[in-house]
């Protein structure tokens, strides 16, 4: 069992950078995929970036391809997405999510196991 929280969504125009953190409990942080998704008001949770276990293979959905960076950092038990180059579109609840046991599914909700609770990120135009 692991508890997600978030962290460092706001409000920024359009052009700035947030970072978002996503802070684990528990001992077994490194056994677990890691993953960002988003949702906009009256829109499906949406897959935004995900990174393997030892960090070393991430994804990204093409919208934020060259703007956002997913990472993480076992030691600290947290994950990161620094999100640069934002846009009004970028507007969501941003929630970040552990996958514990190894599927294929690792680009839609269903693929993971536990949730955090959610920040809000807004930008402005």
């Known amino acids: 069992q692991v508890q997600l929280v978030e962290s460092g969504g706001g409000l920024v125009q359009a052009g700035g950078s947030l970072r978002l953190s996503c802070a684990a409990s528990g001992r077994t942080f490194s056994s677990y995929r890691m993953g960002w998704f988003r949702q906009a008001p009256g829109k499906e949770r949406e897959f935004v970036a995900t990174i393997a276990r030892t960090g070393s293979i991430t994804y990204y959905t093409d919208s934020v391809k060259g703007r956002f960076t997913i990472s993480r950092d076992n030691a600290k038990n947290t994950a990161y997405l620094q999100m640069n180059s934002l846009k009004p579109e970028d507007t969501a609840v941003y929630y970040c999510?552990?996958?514990?046991?190894?599927?294929?599914?690792?680009?839609?909700?269903?693929?993971?196991?536990?949730w955090g609770q959610g920040t809000q990120v807004t930008v402005s135009s």
């Open positions: 999510a552990g996958q514990s046991r190894v599927t294929t599914i690792i680009m839609r909700p269903s693929g993971y196991d536990y």
